[in-house]
């Protein structure tokens, strides 16, 4: 009897052991994150059920003696239906395999198809393998391995692969997608090709809903047509169907050989308008020279641009460089009028201009530059200084050799008036002038050469004379000229009118003869308050110099004066008084 019972418990254990399934090999995605631990139960309601199959077979030498459908497969969860060629059935896991022409489509309107798929009925997670391909309505995923949650609703690869959605196609080697807001998170090396662009960098964002990428590394935008047009940035958010770039970090904006920089920038690629705030910089290597503020704006299809903010530009030549400053400074390009194939550049600079050069500065309420021909306007208020000379009126234009980078001549239209310090090297009040309506100075190694002063020309000239034994020049007098047109030369620190024509009148005083009111114009306008001596100095209103104080020479004069009074009162002393009875 004990026989018997120990053989009837040998067999049913036996037996028992045969028809208990070996555990699945799993991908390690799918795998329980407890070691030695049996899958959880599955209740009735959540297991993996068999919708259609031409055959079911259990065969101890397949699959590990595990349940297999063949011929027509279909099976449901949870409202994901899944086919394919066959289906290997891991019953206590509520665990699948599918091999052969795979496809899940799932509730949610996306669909999966690969060679070989897993998948878990309890944690609802998948791995599909070899040519898989995931499409929804916003677009299509294609790669070697993906791995799905259907709880998270989202699927990864990192074994490279690639997204279209009917307009871009982006390229990269790991992503999520996440299927309930449509967000893909790229992580790496990231291309997207679009017709008109092609974004490239590492870790973007991209919602398919609204065409929104977001940059959380170098990226860059380029496009097709010219590549040396292109946005640059570390931190940035880009619509793709607008093509509006928002850049926050280290960013730049390459275009027409131009480069923008800033903190906080924002390109439309559409109309070619941009901006940037905070340390913005402008770059134009090509025209060799930069602006730089706190705010600017560029108009790439107009081939301008604009800085505010405390800006300030620097042309950069081989010898000396002019430095620019006022309130608003614009740059552009237009077609030369005497060959359209050739370009021309031109900057202004609005309300409180400055410029500085070694051999020349000025101010004035607006600058006008032409870059190209070297031509410099000054319009309202303008002073012109050179040395010791200084040039002021209603209009001045300067002229600069392109090619030796010097200051040619000087054009002033309207109250031209024209000063320079006798001697440079003294602080004797003594200052040469010239005025009229209409002045042309011309420079010869970058000081004043020659003057020219058409309508109502004037002059006050300091007149000396060479003394052949002493080796010296002494003081004759000072020279009053009144003409029609003045022609003077500027020789040896000295002024000398070489042309006086047209109702010309011309008289020298003794320095004792002349009063120190006659010795300069009325609007004399000597300024050295406000001179630029730096190029710093044009990045205030004005450096607010010491004015300089001049000795007046009125030695020989007030002897004079005192003789006359002397002789005066002698002459009243020799008068008979009158006295009252």
């Known amino acids: 009897m004990r026989l018997i019972f120990f053989l009837l418990v040998f067999i049913s254990t036996i037996t028992f052991a045969q028809d208990r399934q070996k555990p699945a090999q799993r991908d390690p995605y799918l795998q329980n994150p407890v070691k030695n631990v049996q899958p959880q139960k599955a209740k009735p309601g959540d297991r993996v059920k068999i919708l259609n199959a031409d055959e079911i077979i259990k065969d101890p030498l397949k699959y590990e003696g595990n349940r297999y459908l063949t011929g027509n497969v279909k099976i449901e969860h949870q409202g994901s239906i899944l086919t394919a060629d ?36 309890n944690t609802q997670k998948g791995v599909a393998r070899k040519n898989v391909v995931l499409t929804d ?14 709880l998270a609703n989202q699927a990864y690869f990192n074994t490279g692969g690639t997204i279209t959605d009917g307009q871009n196609t982006m390229y990269t080697k790991s992503a999520t997608y996440f299927l309930d807001t449509k967000m893909i998170d790229f992580v790496g090396d990231v291309k997207i090709d679009s017709p008109d662009y092609i974004i490239q960098g ?18 860059t935008i380029t496009n097709r047509k010219n590549p040396k047009n292109y946005v640059y940035t570390e931190r ?38 941009g901006k ?22 560029i108009f790439e299809k107009q081939d301008s641009s604009m800085m505010t903010k405390s800006p300030y530009a620097v042309k950069i030549l081989e010898k000396d460089s002019i430095y620019f400053a006022s309130e608003k400074i614009i740059s552009y390009q237009k077609p030369d009028s005497l060959d359209p194939t050739k370009k021309k550049s031109f900057m202004r600079a609005f309300r409180k201009g400055r410029f500085y050069k070694s051999n020349a500065q000025g101010r004035a309420d607006s600058l006008a530059f032409n870059e190209t021909d070297g031509i410099l306007h000054m319009y309202r208020e303008p002073i012109l ?3 010791e000379k200084q040039v002021t009126g209603d209009k001045v234009e300067a002229y600069f050799n392109t ?40 420079y010869e190694n970058n000081d004043i050469k020659e003057v020219k ?22 003081r004759i007098g000072i020279s009053l000229s009144s003409c029609g047109i003045i022609g003077s030369l500027f020789d040896n620190k000295t002024l000398q009118i070489i042309s006086c024509s047209i109702g010309a009148t011309s008289d020298t005083y003794p320095m004792s003869k002349i009063e120190p009111s006659k010795r300069k114009f009325p609007d004399f306008n000597w300024n050295t308050k406000d001179r630029i001596r730096k190029w710093q100095d044009i990045l205030v209103d004005s450096p607010n110099n010491e004015e300089i104080k001049y000795e007046p020479d009125d030695a020989l004069y007030n002897q004079a004066q005192d003789a006359v009074e002397k002789e005066r009162a002698k002459e009243e002393a020799k008068r008979p008084k009158r006295t009252r009875k």
Do not use: H
Not at 458 to 472: C, L, M, V
């Open 276 to 297: 940037a705030t905070g340390n913005v910089t402008l770059d134009d290597p090509k025209e060799k020279r930069y602006m730089k503020g706190g705010y600017g704006e």
């Open 137 to 150: 309505p916003k677009q299509t995923i294609r790669t070697d391995i993906m791995y799905y949650d259907r």
């Open 403 to 442: 090619e030796t980078e010097d200051l040619d001549s000087v054009r002033v239209i309207g109250n031209a008036f024209a000063i320079s310090k006798v001697d440079s090297l003294n602080l004797k009040d003594e200052f040469n002038q010239v005025k009229g309506k209409l002045m042309n100075a011309y």
């Open 86 to 121: 066959e289906v290997v059935l891991y019953d206590e896991e509520n665990f699948v395999k599918a091999i052969g022409n795979t496809k899940l489509q799932n509730a949610d309107g996306s669909v999966i198809t690969a060679a070989e798929m897993e998948y878990d009925g």
């Open 453 to 474: 002063v058409i309508g109502n020309a004037q002059a006050i000239t300091y007149a000396d004379d060479f003394n052949e034994k002493t080796k010296e020049n002494e």
């Open 236 to 273: 940035g958010t880009y619509k793709m169907n607008t093509k509006e770039a928002f850049l926050n970090k280290n960013s730049s904006i390459y275009y027409n050989d131009k480069i923008l920089t800033g903190d906080d920038m924002y390109f439309n690629q559409l109309s070619g308008f």
């Open 202 to 219: 590492k870790n973007i964002k991209q919602n398919q809903n609204t065409k929104v990428a977001d940059f959380f590394g170098p990226t």
């Open 385 to 387: 200084w050179s040395g």
